[in-house]
């Protein structure tokens, strides 16, 4: 039974999410935003799950983990010989996935399998689990409309101004049993949100209906750690996107994403002395190294984050004696 | 407007093309076998026509004509690790055909259409067109019942005795407008039979209704080209199966599959002896070189071919003169 639920996606998200890992093995469930997933050439690609997968699997490209190490792109190469879409320059070992998912889907499994199998090939211990087997998708609202967010990165590269969100499908989705099974443990000792955009990577997950409840079913402290340091998104777009929403790119301001949904908030020693802005608006605070260059680097994040869950708890517990 | 008019597919086929394709140019229309087409993780692979598109590209491995040069299997090896389907390890390069061509074909775009732009792409001045662009699937006949052509070929190694064929869909394919455009060209000076497995490669073409009318409506000679040199297919397994069949593994007895459809027949020239008994069935015949080892090869196989084809005609017209 999972004792940790990490909810991820992006480089930061697969990176902390590997530290958790590494800490709690099988013991660890990590719900993945799917709400950025697309299809292209006719193939559902996937790119947080896969960065997971890559990252957790010990395969990922460090300085691109979002694909496997040693990435050549023949396939790419030829498509475009062909006159086939230039957008998206995708690698071939990072093409398996979408097309095993993609073929498999079509023989009507369900997403939350296929991927339970991946991570099976890739040796991963963890669960890693799509935040629903139903489709959602994001798009973002620019000046000219609605944009799904693979076309707003691939086509438009992040560069109209955004000024807001909506997650198609989201209101049908449905939580998957393995999610409703994980977070249903009496085991839980944390949710941990990691480091990654709020608005296109982690608000996707919190949009399933019921799925709100469910990360606080069991009581469990919920943590979030702030993918905003030094007033700056360490990758993606995290910062612009906060100062075009008219909102302070900080990490205190991250904080307030995530009201009445957490119960304690880690910001990078860079931003301590945003700590107490935090407090005062009721979440616990917790000032540390959060960038992660190394493994090293993952696992002390990641056992800050839950030594400062378990704290969240203990002193739980003393205020309820 | 097509001068040249030749049927082919696997690797002889592809490379007389090629041979005709060098002297002809855009005067020559190639109408490729689908029948050994078939769908593999979800993508439409056609296996003749991509053949034909590397050769007369010029990008295709003369060790393996049937994929581009210089080949990797990045994407293979990716994945059977990720627990995909071992048969068939197809080449990065030689999978981006498939995938347009699926992508293409789910935007509604004909088989034919998607063929001319491939062509486009690869430099090549010749019609490529496949047989038909509705869909037809060869069945070999074994003592196990019907089994897909690519079954037979990737599963079974080819290696149950054949007992017959059959062409699933083709009551129902139709000729494509290009193909009839083509074969009602007034200029047509020959319809050449490429050397191929005349059961799988060359007979489903000859299925499609209507087809075999098409061939003879200009009353260009039709001039068949042996893929049975010493008693034996140069490359596939025509040889093997005509044993299986009960027939005898010879280029004249080639030579009768296509009887009342060929006017002349080119047998290689260490057949010689062979050409007596083909004339006794009423089919001109030619003995000369016909292995194709290199480019000069094709060329001058393509040019032996016409010039019998221009005697051909020569000869009807004194006999009807």
Redesign the interface.
């Known amino acids: 039974m999972a004792r940790v639920v990490a909810l991820a996606g992006q480089v930061g998200g697969a990176k902390l999410a590997d530290g958790l890992a590494r800490l709690r093995g099988a013991e660890l469930a990590v719900i993945v935003n799917t709400g950025d997933d697309f299809e292209h050439?006719?193939?559902h690609f996937a790119p947080d799950l896969d960065t997971v997968l890559y990252v957790l699997g010990g395969v990922a490209n460090p300085e691109a983990p979002w694909e496997?190490q040693g990435e050549?792109y023949?396939?790419y190469?030829?498509?475009r010989?062909?006159?086939?879409p230039e957008r998206l320059r995708f690698g071939?070992?990072a093409?398996?996935?979408p097309?095993?998912r993609?073929?498999w889907k079509?023989a009507d499994r369900r997403l939350t399998q296929i991927t339970a199998?991946?991570c099976?090939?890739?040796g991963i211990a963890a669960q890693v689990l799509p935040m629903s087997d139903d489709a959602v998708r994001t798009h973002v609202l620019t000046d000219d409309g609605a944009v799904p967010f693979f076309e707003y990165f691939a086509d438009l590269g992040c560069e109209p101004p955004v000024r807001g969100f909506q997650y198609a499908g989201a209101e049908f989705a449905r939580v998957t049993p393995e999610i409703a099974d994980a977070l249903d443990s009496p085991d839980l000792e944390a949710v941990v949100i990691c480091p990654a955009n709020p608005y296109h990577t982690i608000a996707p997950i919190l949009e399933v209906p019921g799925m709100r409840e469910l990360l606080r079913r069991r009581g469990a402290p919920v943590v979030a750690v702030s993918p905003i340091v030094g007033g700056k998104a360490l990758t993606g777009s995290a910062g612009k996107m906060m100062m075009e929403l008219r909102r302070e790119a900080s990490a205190r301001r991250v904080a307030l994403e995530y009201l009445r949904l957490i119960d304690g908030f880690v910001l990078d020693s860079v931003d301590a002395d945003q700590a107490e802005a935090v407090r005062a608006c009721g979440i616990e605070a917790l000032a540390t190294q959060t960038v992660m260059r190394t493994v090293d680097d993952r696992v002390a994040l990641a056992r800050a984050v839950l030594d400062f869950a378990a704290e969240i708890r203990a002193r739980r517990l003393l205020e309820a004696g």
Do not use: K, Q
């Not at 010989?81 to 086939?84: F, H, I, K, Y």
């Open positions: 050439l006719g193939l496997p050549s023949a396939v190469d030829m498509v010989r062909l006159g086939g071939d070992r093409l398996a996935a097309l095993l993609t073929a079509s199998d991946l099976r090939r890739f």
